[in-house]
Nanobody
Framework: QVQLVESGGGLVQPGGSLRLSCAAS????????VGWYRQVPGKQREAVAT???????NYVDSVKGRFSISRDNAKKMVSLQMNSLKPEDTAVYYC?????????WGQGTQVTVSS
């Protein structure tokens, strides 16, 4: 049974930082592409950052230079360091693992950027 458990969301002021973490179990984590997605009510879920099994990372343009994704295959964890947060970063953030057309999702963690 695949489980993805996210942590680290919360309320932060504009310009602040948060670090999201996702712990995976039930899969051979190292061979999966892993990533973070976010969704706000009424909008489609969007990919924020992904990192392949080979370590290649990709970011949506709006977070480039502010967010950094990393993975620890030994611990089966993926993290998202979010700096210089903006109100428009407010969303529910979801951890995702993907391989060969199979997707698994975490339960989501709320990130709110507000003064």
């Amino acid at each position: 049974q695949v489980q993805l458990v996210e942590s680290g969301g919360g309320l932060v002021q504009p310009g602040g930082s948060l670090r999201l973490s996702c712990a995976a179990s039930g899969i051979p984590f190292s061979i999966y592409t892993v990533g973070w997605y976010r969704q706000v009510p009424g909008k489609q879920r969007e990919a924020v950052a992904t990192i392949t099994s080979g370590g290649t990372s990709n970011y949506v343009d709006s977070v480039k230079g502010r967010f950094s994704i990393s993975r620890d295959n030994a611990k089966k964890m993926v993290s998202l360091q979010m700096n210089s947060l903006k109100p428009e970063d407010t969303a529910v953030y979801y951890c995702n693992v993907r391989r060969a057309g199979k997707d698994y999702w975490g339960q989501g963690t709320q990130v709110t950027v507000s003064s």
